[in-house]
Structure formats: structure tokens, C-alpha cells
């Protein structure tokens, strides 16, 4: 149960009280603002290698290479519409290969590769990327180089990633001073592209070939003592993949990390009708990056072979290619409605959650959703509600849930104009996410609870727990997701193999181990009165169960019902339960979860603003015989209801179970 202040904790359980809902628009997508592309050149330049970065003072610098070998530097002091993104300046032959720049402050460092092919330069900027440095040698590779990637600490250490075939190599700068060139060992048959950005770490996505033949995205850490000890590579985490022979190929990965950490790259098709499409992914709310939990890639109305280059700097988002330019603001839109609200229905269950707010639209307010001041009200934009009363110190609320609209509707009827919302929950987002292509895990490799924030993240849905059996962290199956299933699905999937349950706060999906003795976190009957109360007694669905695992048997049973109704058996096949005890945990489990909707009931109250599914609550209801009886809360509908002519209404619509 969400916690409620005192104020607002009297408030609801006051006789008098007065309904406050406030219903706030955000432009976020799982928390993740969505940035509002504009943009500000269009150009016809080569699509070739190319790089961004923002100085300390704002300063916008841009720098590409071309096939016959020139290497191309821009720098827009105050950029914005109108800025000269079609002047570039010349620096001179080199190799028709990448380029790279960083900025740390003041100092902006351009890299590229001399006309050999082989020896990397740079070029320092400190005075914000206004003027550059002559070129200065760094060293001479073995072999041709391809792809460059750099980025600075905030003391100023320098490092630069390139390619010399399927291998990576880093060379540092250090108080002035390049070290050793290292390289990094793998197995991979090729790479074809590189970027880095530093949080801590030295932060890389690659592209390429593996070994087996298919196409990868892959994650790495360069360590500078965060995730990754200092000066060593961490493996390669899988963030999309192609298999051999679907003539799908990952190229050119950019990197950037203005909030979360966002990821470009670049997906070709090399059939018939072939296309090489960027497409943009980001790592869910509050996950580091050496978790790799990446949103499923999005593709952008764009081709390009070499992606698209971003970067951030004083409350601006920019994206660039050689022939476009892109701003967006780091802000993202809000608008909030609750003046406005004439009726709103949340409903919230084990399964998953929707919304339905009723706008006053007299005036034609909402009659061009997305504009003006109603810019964040869009398609998928996020909506919190937040429950609550007006108290002696103004109203209050309590953060109540968050949805994502999926869409909505303009009424017209009696001479009154209103709009409605129509929103879903975070299931809903998982309901949507499909799988492109498998996802397997061998046994062993990761633990339930890992596997279920590896879906969650397809979604953009972060995982933390309010509590977890042992069987979340201790059980490391087999486990694939199929082309084709839903999210959803494979969570339940992997939800039925604990006693864990799964609920929503925002992006966030919390697990929480419902066990029998857990205590009341709320009352009802006492100062929060019963409006309508029905209690039911009813035979489990399942009241025996059996579960055969790999060589292990186990079984589980409700005796005394067993001998008043006779059985009603559930048999559970599952090869990764290897030993006899966690066979009869999940015995146990099939039992827990049929003795939920053994005792069930419904109840009406008025709205409780901290109220959430799975809650243990206590009723007395003396009309009906029940004094403190433990119920669990297995589903809620929020009705709140202002609309001229009808009974005002705001109350809670709980759906129980056993505890």
C-alpha cells in the first residue's frame, strides 16, 4: 500500500470529506522522455562517417568524412534554426574512414586517420571547438583502421577505441601524455561499427559478425573502476541480433546518454527491396549500463548506411547526420488536467491495468490534442492519476498509478463536448512487446528474477522487488520466448514457476512474496466505512497438486476438502526442477494460489488513496458476522464521477481474496 500522510490519511476516513483527483500528462514514454524531433537542415551531402559532439559553452561541432577522403569540421556557436549547417570546412586530405570528437568543457578533441589509412591523429580545440589544432600523430596501426570512438572523463582523461579489422583497441591520454595502444581480445569475424560514451565508465556498443555468421549489437564496459575494474574489458552483452542466413545485418551503433543512455544503429537488409533503416533504443529508468536493459530497438523514418550521431548539451537534444541536422528539447511536455476531469475509471488487476478519463471540452480545448499547450497529450504519452482529498491545508494527493493512452475520443451530445482518455498500465506494455525473433537462455545462466527484468526491458520497463522468495534468485532455468508471444506471456510463464506476484508502480514492476502470515496494511469497517460488503466461502478450483520434475515427484493437498468435495487435481510438468524440495515449492505455490480466490468477496468503499492490488487488509462488518477477517486485495476499480446531473461519486470497487 502506498503511504498517505496523516492530513490526507484523516481526510478520506472523514465523513465530510471532499474528492481531489489530480491527473497529470506527461510527454515519457516508461519514464523515458520522448524527444520532439525538429528539424533544422536538410542537406545533400554524402551519407558517409561522420560525428557530433557539444562543447562546454553549447557550442554544436560536426565533423565528417567522404569516400574520396577529405575530412570535413563544423562549428555553430549558437545553433538553432537558420545556423549555416551547410558550411563546412575543408582540414585536408586523410583516409575515407570514421572521424570522432569528444568535449570535456572547453576542450573538444577531433580524431581521424591520416591518409595512410593507419595513423591516428587528433586535433584539440580549447575554446569550444572555434578553432582547431594543427593535427598531431598518436600512432601508427598494423593495419587499416575503420571506425573511431572517444569521449573524456570529467578530469580530462582521454580515450580513444578503434578498429584494426574484427579487433578493438583503446589508447588512453593521461595528464597530457597517450599511453600504450591495448587490445581487446575476442572472437568475433568482424566489426562494423563503434561508439563510446563515458558515465563512470568508458561505455561501448559495437556492431558485427560473430562467429556462427550472424549479424550482433553488442555492449562493453573499458572499466575505469565503476562496474569494470580500470583498464579491463568487460564481455559482450547481446542487445539485437540477426541470425545467419536472414541477410540482416547491424551497422554503425551510436551512442549518448543526455538522460538515459540512448542507442542508435543501423539495421540493413541486404535481400530484395533491401533498406538500411536507423533505429533507436534506450536503457530502462534507473538501470545502469552494465545491466543491459535495452527497450526494443524503434526505426526511424530515415535511411542511412552510417546512422545517426547524437549528442546533448544545455537543455538540448541533437541528432546528426552529414545531410540533417535535428534539435529537441531535454524538457519533456506536461499538461495537467484535473481541473478539467468530469469522470475518471482506474482499474488495476493481477493481470493488468487500464484507464478512462472524461475531459470538459466545452470550449474546444482538447479538440487539437498535441498542440499548444496540449503538446504532451499524444499517442502513448503518459498518464499519472493521483487520488485524493481536499484537506484543511489544500489538497492532497498520493502519486497514484501510471498509464500509457492508447487513444481517445471526441463526444458530442446534448449540447456538451467532452474528451475521453483511454490509457493502459504496464501489462499493457508488456501485452504489446512481441518478440521478433528467440530469446533462450541455457539453464543456469541467469536466475527468474533476471530473466524477468530481461522482458520487462523489451517493453522499457524496469524490475526492483518490494519482497521475492528464494525461488526468484535461487532458480536459474531453461527458459525461451518464441517469435510471436507477448511479453505478457512470457512473464506469467515465468511467474508460475514462484510464489511471487507481480505489480506496477509507474515503469517500474515490483515482485512481492504474498505470504500467509503477512499483516494488515489497512482496515476497513472502523473509521474507513463499508459502503456494500459480500463475503464468499467456495471450494478451491485446485486443491491438490502434483508436480513432476526431472527424477522428483512432489505433491501438495487441501485434505479437508478433499474428503468433504473430492479433488480437484493440477499436475505440473517441469524438467527444471531438479531436487525434491524445490519441487515442493511449487507444490505449495499451485495450493497458494488457488487458496486466493477461495475466499473470496467484493467490497465498496469510499476511495482509499493509497490502495494498491495484492494489499492484505482487515474487515469488520458486523451485519454480516465478520470481525477482522484478513483479505487480500486481488483487483480494484477507482470510480470517481463529477458530471453535471448525476450523484457524485468516488469510491473503491476492491476485488478479494484469501491471504
Known amino acids: 500500500m502506498r503511504s498517505l500522510s496523516s492530513a490526507l490519511l484523516a481526510a478520506q476516513q472523514s465523513a465530510s470529506h471532499v474528492p481531489y483527483v489530480q491527473v497529470e500528462i506527461h510527454d515519457r514514454r516508461t519514464g523515458v522522455p520522448r524527444l520532439p524531433w525538429t528539424r533544422l537542415y536538410t542537406g545533400a551531402e554524402e551519407d558517409y562517417f561522420h560525428a557530433v559532439t557539444v562543447a562546454g559553452d553549447g557550442s554544436l561541432v560536426r565533423a565528417r568524412t567522404v569516400s574520396a577522403g ?5 562549428h555553430s556557436a549558437a545553433p538553432g534554426p537558420g545556423s549555416a549547417f551547410g558550411t563546412w570546412t575543408s582540414l585536408g586530405a586523410g583516409a575515407a574512414t570514421g572521424a570522432a570528437l569528444c568535449a570535456q568543457g572547453a576542450s573538444v578533441f577531433l580524431f581521424s586517420v591520416a591518409s595512410d589509412g593507419r595513423t591516428l591523429q587528433v586535433r584539440e ?10 593535427p598531431q600523430d598518436i600512432l601508427t596501426a598494423a593495419a587499416a583502421v575503420t571506425w573511431l570512438a572517444a569521449d573524456a572523463t570529467p578530469g580530462g582523461t582521454v580515450a580513444l577505441f578503434y578498429t584494426v579489422g574484427a579487433q578493438v583497441w583503446t589508447v588512453v591520454r593521461s595528464g597530457g601524455t597517450w599511453g600504450a595502444p591495448a587490445a581487446r581480445s575476442n572472437s568475433v569475424l568482424s566489426l562494423t561499427g563503434l561508439a563510446c560514451t563515458y558515465q563512470n565508465d568508458w561505455n561501448l556498443a559495437l556492431s558485427g559478425q560473430e562467429a556462427g555468421g550472424g549479424y550482433r549489437v553488442w555492449t562493453a564496459i573499458y572499466g575505469d573502476g565503476y562496474a569494470q575494474a580500470a583498464g579491463t574489458w568487460s564481455t559482450l552483452a547481446e542487445v539485437a541480433v540477426a541470425s545467419p ?8 551503433p551510436l551512442l549518448a546518454a543526455p538522460d538515459v543512455h540512448r542507442l542508435l544503429l543501423v539495421e540493413a537488409y541486404t535481400g530484395t527491396q533491401g533498406y538500411s533503416r536507423p533505429y533507436q533504443s534506450h536503457t530502462v529508468v534507473g538501470s545502469d549500463f552494465v545491466d543491459n536493459r ?3 530497438p524503434v526505426p526511424l523514418d ?32 506536461t499538461v495537467e488536467v484535473t481541473a478539467d476531469v468530469l469522470g475518471l475509471e482506474v482499474e488495476d488487476t493481477p ?4 484507464l478512462l478519463v472524461e475531459l470538459r471540452n466545452d470550449d474546444g480545448r482538447y479538440n487539437s490534442p498535441g498542440a499548444g499547450a496540449y503538446a504532451a497529450l499524444t499517442l502513448g504519452a503518459e498518464v499519472r492519476v493521483s487520488p485524493g482529498y481536499q484537506t484543511a491545508s489544500g489538497p492532497l494527493s498520493s502519486g497514484g498509478p501510471v498509464f500509457w493512452l492508447t487513444g481517445w475520443e471526441h463526444r458530442s451530445l446534448g449540447g456538451r463536448a467532452t474528451l475521453v482518455l483511454r490509457a493502459v498500465d504496464g501489462w499493457g506494455l508488456l501485452g504489446r512487446w512481441v518478440a521478433r525473433r528467440q530469446f533462450a537462455w541455457a539453464a543456469g545462466s541467469q536466475n527468474i528474477f533476471q530473466l524477468l527484468g530481461a522482458v520487462l526491458a523489451r517493453a522499457g520497463l524496469a524490475l526492483s522487488s518490494f519482497s521475492t522468495s528464494s525461488a526468484v534468485v535461487d532458480r536459474s532455468p531453461a527458459f525461451t520466448i518464441h517469435p510471436g508471444e507477448a511479453g505478457a506471456q512470457a512473464v506469467h510463464r515465468l511467474l508460475a514457476q514462484v510464489p511471487d506476484v507481480l505489480l506496477f508502480r509507474g515503469s517500474t514492476g515490483y515482485l512481492k512474496h504474498p505470504i500467509a502470515a503477512e499483516a494488515s496494511a489497512y482496515s476497513y469497517g472502523g473509521a474507513h466505512p463499508i459502503l456494500e460488503g459480500r463475503y464468499r466461502t467456495q471450494m478451491q478450483d485446485v486443491n491438490r497438486a502434483q508436480v513432476f520434475g526431472s527424477g522428483v515427484f512432489a505433491e501438495a493437498a487441501t485434505w479437508t476438502e478433499i474428503e468433504e468435495a473430492a479433488d480437484r487435481l493440477r499436475q505440473v510438468h517441469d524438467l527444471n526442477l531438479t531436487t525434491g524440495a524445490v519441487a515442493q515449492e511449487r507444490a505449495d505455490a499451485e495450493l497458494r494460489r488457488a487458496a ?7 467490497l465498496r468503499v469510499p476511495a482509499n488513496c493509497g490502495q494498491e492490488v495484492y494489499d492484505v487488509i482487515d474487515i469488520t462488518d458486523n ?12 483487483g480494484l476499480r477507482l470510480v470517481y464521477d463529477a458530471r453535471p446531473g448525476r450523484p457524485p461519486r468516488y469510491e473503491h470497487h476492491l476485488t478479494l481474496g484469501g491471504v
Open 623 to 634: 451485519r454480516a458476522g465478520v470481525s477482522g477477517a484478513l483479505r487480500r486485495v486481488l
Open 351 to 354: 493481470t493488468g491495468g487500464r
Open 70 to 74: 577529405t575530412l570535413y569540421y563544423q
Open 302 to 333: 530515415l535511411t542511412s548506411g552510417y546512422g545517426v550521431a547524437l549528442a546533448s548539451g544545455v537543455g538540448w537534444a541533437w541528432r546528426s547526420t552529414p545531410w540533417g541536422v535535428w534539435r529537441a528539447s531535454l524538457t519533456p511536455a
Open 294 to 296: 535495452w527497450r526494443e
Open 245 to 252: 542466413g536472414a541477410g540482416v545485418e547491424y551497422h554503425a
Open 596 to 602: 486466493f480466490d477461495a475466499a473470496a468477496g467484493e
Open 125 to 134: 580545440s580549447s575554446d569550444n571547438g572555434a578553432t582547431l589544432g594543427d
